[in-house]
Every structure is written in C-alpha cells, then in structure tokens.
C-alpha cells in the first residue's frame, strides 16, 4: 500500500509559479513511476506529467510542455511539480499518482489515470487572471 499527499497549491496570479510536493509512503517510493493529473470543475481528470522511478523519462501533457517540470527526490520520497508562467486554464484540482509497472514505452499508458495504483487526496491550484 502507498500512501500520497500532495501539497504546494494555493492562488496565483497569472504569470505566477508554483511547486506542488507529493510526499508518499508504505512502499518503496523509487520502485514506483509517479504521475500527476489535474481536474478542474465539470471536466475529467487529464494527465499532466509523469516520471519515471529513476527521474531519467518524462513526458508531459501538451498543455503544460515547456512550462512544467516533474522531477523527485528518491531520498526524501516526494515527487514535485515546478509549474511556470501559470494561465487562469491551470486552475484545478491537482493530484499526484503512482504506477506500481515497471517503466512502459506506450507514450500513452501514462495518460490513462486508471493504469495507476494509488491515488493522493489532491491539492488546489486556483489561477487568478
């Protein structure tokens, strides 16, 4: 069992940055490809990053390509999300997931929030224009 807990979000003005930190534990965290995904009001849930147990791969959303980073710290148990130059459109419920499977090379696995295993609670980033 993994346990997640994002943290990080808050309200930002266009333009702005933020990092969001989701820590885990109950299983051993490098052994795991993580993912976050955001969902605003009335839409699904859509992927946004993942990474992989090393940090070496990553691949991001079109949306967010160029303006958001994924990375993790294998010591520490917590993957982050450094998210720049934020638009109103980032505005969301953002949540950190993770992927027990070893590393696939279907660029779209990641993308499908039911191919991950467990789930954090969610942190709200809120875009002000």
């Known amino acids: 069992q993994v346990q997640l807990v994002e943290s990080g979000g808050g309200l930002v003005q266009h333009g702005d940055s933020l990092r969001l930190s989701c820590a885990a534990s109950g299983r051993t965290f490098s052994s795991l490809t993580m993912g976050w995904f955001r969902q605003a009001p009335g839409k699904e849930r859509e992927f946004v990053a993942t990474?992989?147990?090393?940090?070496?791969?990553?691949s991001y959303a079109d949306s967010v390509k160029g303006r958001f980073t994924i990375s993790r710290d294998n010591a520490k148990n917590t993957v982050y999300l450094q998210m720049n130059s934020l638009k109103p459109e980032d505005t969301a419920v953002y949540y950190c997931a993770a992927d027990r499977a070893p590393w696939s090379t279907n660029r779209y696995y990641y993308t499908v929030p039911s191919n991950y295993d467990y789930w954090g609670q969610g942190t709200q980033v809120t875009v002000s224009s």
């Open positions: 990474i992989s147990w090393s940090g070496g791969r990553t």
